[in-house]
């Protein structure tokens, strides 16, 4: 490892290696770390994305694709059920095979990448950031770069480290616990995705996903507001959830985590510092989807700091581009994802099961987004005020 770069990337999740691989498409000497001893794991995700963004940065492979997806359905606590075609079309990833092969994408495009490599501080030049200490194999070292992205994670201390706030209010931080069951069979259609939402009895102020991997496994998970989780943990709520549907089910792995359900973060720029992927919050604020979305930020990011690298100047007014870039593109559409997860988030049971009813009732493959929420609105005129932001940012007009 060399001790000075242009660019060093911390965290080798799909945000990270695809800043890497842009970075270095672009030229840059690139240095991409990753703490854990091997990419791709622990998987914290329902590992769903979709695929013209994904043909962006990778040629698909059939070794990281675990399934295709046909449609969405979103249950209600009685067992009603509205079915619709994703946004595009979805696969379901193996994670660990696909973050490492995009990191390999990254090393083909000239960057040189380093498990079991830590970010321990930043190294600063007045209030610029200008490298990374970093800690490999009990040994601490400087390593200096003209700009450092952070892109370790929604617990990012990198972003901490620059001054940048990154923690949510406790009102926008979810829980989430998620396991791989296997022993499906017959028990879950293998194309199509689940949502089941229930304020009292599935997941309180949250809901509960089953995403297929193959016609007998799936990702189970749950997430539940924080302020909810205290007499009965997002944990138990998935227990009770499996023990329903999926009783004898056989667990392959757990994992679990906090979710920061915002909307990108305000400031995602420093002097010599840009943040990306879930470090930066830019996840779906409804459904937390972030992988595709965490590509895309580190893309834009490294748009903008190409040119500001090419001038000498990374100062967080020149770096600013990358912000302006994400919220032309996702600002609006994700402010009132964000209006519709607390509108949903506050609703009661028999409201949101009344929804599920009448919006099961409607055509909805002839129907866009806006004609559909219109409909929806005006048989529960009740949710109009609710729904305002909707209105007022033109979603409904979509």
Request: aromatic share 6%.
């Amino acid at each position: 490892m060399k001790t000075a770069y242009d660019l060093i990337v911390v965290g080798a999740g799909p945000a990270g290696s695809a800043a890497a691989m842009r970075a270095a498409q672009a030229g840059l000497d690139v240095l991409l770390v990753e703490k854990r001893q091997e990419i791709g794991v622990p998987v914290r995700c329902g590992e769903a994305t979709d695929i013209e963004t994904t043909l962006r940065f990778i040629d698909l492979d059939q070794r990281w694709i675990a399934n295709h997806v046909e449609t969405y359905a979103i249950y209600n606590a009685e067992g009603d059920f509205v079915s619709v075609p994703p946004s595009g079309d979805t696969i379901i990833l193996d994670r660990k095979v696909f973050d490492e092969a995009l990191a390999a994408q990254a090393v083909r495009a000239g960057a040189d990448v380093r498990v079991n490599t830590a970010a321990v501080d930043l190294i600063r030049e007045g209030d610029a950031v200008v490298g990374v200490r970093l800690q490999s194999f009990g040994k601490s070292f400087n390593v200096r770069a003209r700009l450092v992205v952070a892109a370790d994670g929604v617990e990012s201390l990198v972003a901490r480290w620059a001054g940048l706030k990154t923690v949510p209010a406790m009102s926008d931080f979810f829980v989430g616990a998620q396991y791989t069951l296997a022993g499906l069979e017959g028990r879950i259609d293998p194309t199509r995705c689940e949502y089941h939402v229930g304020q009292e009895t599935i997941a309180p102020g949250g809901y509960v996903w089953v995403f297929p991997k193959s016609d007998e496994k799936a990702n189970v998970g749950i997430v539940v507001p924080a302020s909810r989780n205290r007499d009965v943990s997002a944990r138990e709520w998935l227990d009770r959830f499996v023990a329903h549907h999926f009783r004898g089910a056989s667990i392959l792995s757990v994992v679990s985590g906090g979710i920061p359900v915002t909307g990108a973060v305000k400031q995602m720029v420093a002097d010599g510092l840009v943040i990306v992927g879930d470090a930066a919050h830019q996840a779906d604020p409804l459904t937390a989807g972030g992988i595709s979305l965490g590509m895309i930020g580190a893309e834009l990011a490294i748009e903008a700091a190409v040119p500001a690298l090419a001038r000498g100047d990374v100062s967080a007014r020149a770096l600013r581009p990358y912000e302006e870039a994400w919220r032309e593109r996702f600002g609006k559409m994700h402010a009132a994802l964000l209006a519709v997860r607390k509108i949903i988030t506050r609703m009661s049971q028999r409201d949101f099961d009344a929804l599920v009813r009448t919006a099961a009732g409607l055509p909805l493959a002839s129907m866009s987004l806006g004609e559909i929420l219109i409909a929806v609105l005006s048989r529960h005129p009740a949710l109009l005020l609710e729904a305002r932001t909707l209105i007022t940012t033109g979603l409904v007009m979509k």
